[in-house]
């Protein structure tokens, strides 16, 4: 199974911007998909971001123009920049990959709170 540890959630103003970090235990070069979702208090988890191997990225309405997903294969690491957040963004964030063969595997998750 393939770890994954998030960094870089926080605190942080409305119209401010945080980076989140997934450090992955083996190579993410072969790895289809890797991604982020968000889980508020009392809501389902939803997706933020997803990148597929090629570069491909999906981003839902709510976060499209403000959220960018990225991968570095040489670091075994995606990322996800935050501008312009919201209160509406605070949520715990967890990351994930879709290896062919395996079950989704998650983060722990980090949290990030959106607040004056």
């Known amino acids: 199974q393939v770890q994954l540890v998030e960094s870089g959630g926080g605190l942080v103003q409305p119209g401010g911007s945080l980076r989140l970090s997934c450090a992955a235990s083996e190579s993410i070069s072969s790895i289809a998909v890797m991604g982020w979702y968000r889980q508020a208090p009392g809501k389902q988890r939803e997706l933020v971001a997803a990148?597929?191997?090629?570069?491909?990225?999906n981003y839902p309405d709510s976060v499209k123009g403000r959220f960018t997903i990225s991968r570095d294969n040489a670091k075994n690491t995606v990322y996800l920049q935050m501008n312009s957040l919201k209160p509406e963004d605070t949520a715990v964030y967890y990351c994930?990959?879709?290896?062919?063969?395996?079950?989704?595997?998650w983060g722990q998750g980090t949290q990030v709170t959106v607040s004056r």
């Open positions: 994930y990959v879709d290896k062919a063969g395996t079950a989704r595997q």
């Open positions: 990148i597929v191997s090629s570069g491909f990225t």
